[in-house]
């Protein structure tokens, strides 16, 4: 049975019993019990179910789904900014760029968290000086009052001397056709010389920004590894970004 066939019975299996086990669905589909690990490992980074032991579940029994704390954190920053808690592992290395997006993840940092954050985000810089196992390095540049970053080319120079673990990319816009694109040219060059040095890159957007563009480029999809937003990651408006080797958070 082709892959795809696989895709759609696993699927509708948990649509109509919300669990699914690797040996049930071999028997089902005459395939290996490693083929539908695959499948599954697959699917869950496509959003599309939680991977369990032996098995998968439906998103929506998932009760570790940042969207069922959604009375608890009920802004859409906020929910993000929870989500990017499970990349962060102590001793990182992480670039951090402008936005209220990116500061809502600080905001949402634990106490004994331990990070190298590099930032042109001058509004991040005094969320972070709260927590004493984080060490902050300001990126030189331009200040603009109204992004609240620094930006220009020694900006960008700055950030070229890093090679870091992960990258939390704000976004102005994302779709399927033009990939991460920016309203201001000198936000998008700060991104594409952080892309560079950067071993994972991961997006923060709302979904308002889904399917959206704006008119300079910064980067393919196939450049992202991780998209966060606040969307259930099986809803509808996502659909567009699935099978781009992307995870969705």
Do not use: W
Request: glycine share 6%; charged share 25%; aromatic share 6%.
């Amino acid at each position: 049975m082709i892959r795809e066939k696989r895709f759609e019975h696993i699927i509708s299996s948990l649509k109509n019993t919300g669990t699914v086990t690797y040996s049930g669905m071999s028997n089902d589909l005459s395939v290996s019990e490693d083929t539908i690990r695959r499948d599954i490992d697959y699917l869950h980074e496509n959003g599309l179910l939680s991977k369990v032991r032996g098995g998968a579940i439906s998103r929506n029994k998932n009760p570790l789904s940042f969207q069922d704390r959604t009375d608890f954190h009920s802004t859409e920053k906020e929910i993000i900014g929870m989500k990017v808690q499970s990349l962060l592992k102590t001793g990182m290395s992480v670039f951090m760029d402008g936005g209220t997006t990116v500061c809502a993840v600080a905001e949402c940092l634990p106490s004994n968290t331990s990070l190298r954050v590099i930032t042109n985000n001058i509004a991040l810089v005094p969320l972070l000086a709260q927590f004493r196992s984080i060490e902050v390095i300001v990126l030189g540049g331009n200040y603009d009052r109204d992004t609240q970053t620094n930006t220009g080319a020694r900006t960008c120079d700055e950030a070229a001397e890093f090679v870091v673990d992960l990258y939390l990319m704000g976004t102005c816009a994302i779709s399927k056709d033009f990939g991460i694109t920016s309203a201001i040219r000198e936000d998008g060059a700060v991104k594409k010389a952080m892309l560079k040095g950067s071993k994972t890159v991961a997006v923060l957007s709302n979904s308002k920004k889904i399917g959206t563009n704006e008119p300079f480029v910064v980067c393919d999809l196939n450049r992202i590894s991780v998209l966060i937003t606040e969307l259930p990651s099986d809803h509808p408006k996502l659909d567009e970004l699935r099978f781009k080797n992307l995870k969705i958070i």
